[in-house]
């Protein structure tokens, strides 16, 4: 069974660029999750789609950070501009219930450096 | 929310059993424990879940009071490969998976 894909793997801009990153997760899933994580911390949650609904997007800077799931599959987490502190791992995951007591299947997660 | 806390680092050597335990106070009726695993340049993978007592898998055990309030991954006979960081995780009543900090663990020849 494929996991989740992820792309690209490391990414490299300067401030106030813009970015975009791609996830696909597993076939069937239907809740999709970005977390972003910073060196030496623990992932933290960005948003969860439920199919293509957002359940969760609390902690998701909107005045940047933007994210969509077209026809509940595929998603895409934008940020425009970029800031030093949004260099990260940005790690999608998924997982097939919709009530979080299940697995989540994590992507190998996609390295952002701005400079 | 239900918040966990865990040590940040423990040390093993190959061979040993290791113990980390996770405490989570305001842990809720219908929330679940669950851990998970994380290597370098890796995302984290799902080792194992419970609700209460014991439950062991192929990877490791998980023990839970009877008060849920902590909870202890155990790993039997660790080798070099099991260094990682081991994340503690509790579903809370929003449905909302949050990370902590979670324990590095360093095993050593």
């Known amino acids: 069974e494929a996991g989740v894909a992820q792309s690209p793997r490391y990414k490299i801009i300067e401030k106030r660029q813009s970015v975009a990153f791609w996830c696909n997760p597993i076939s069937g899933h239907a809740t999709l999750y970005w977390y972003q994580q910073i060196l030496g911390q623990g992932p933290k949650l960005l948003i969860q789609f439920q199919n293509n609904g957002v359940v969760d997007d609390s902690q998701l800077p909107k005045d940047r950070f933007s994210a969509e799931r077209l026809k509940g599959v595929d998603s895409t987490l934008k940020i425009q501009p970029a800031k030093l502190e949004d260099s990260a791992v940005y790690l999608c995951a998924s997982s097939m219930g919709t009530d979080n007591t299940g697995e989540l299947f994590f992507g190998e997660g996609s390295r952002l450096t701005v400079l | 929310l239900a918040k966990t806390t865990q040590p940040i680092s423990m040390d093993s050597y190959e061979g040993q059993e290791v113990n980390i335990t996770c405490s989570h106070n305001?842990?809720?009726?219908?929330?679940?424990i669950t851990w998970y695993q994380q290597f370098p340049s890796q995302g984290p993978r799902f080792i194992i879940q419970g609700y209460k007592t014991k439950v062991t898998n192929e990877v490791a055990s998980l023990f839970i009071p009877a008060d849920r309030k902590s909870s202890t991954l155990s790993l039997p006979r660790v080798s070099l490969s099991d260094t990682a960081v081991y994340y503690c995780l509790v579903d809370n009543q929003g449905g909302k998976l949050i990370f902590g900090q979670g324990t590095e663990l360093s095993v050593k020849p």
């Open positions: 305001n842990i809720a009726t219908n929330d679940y």
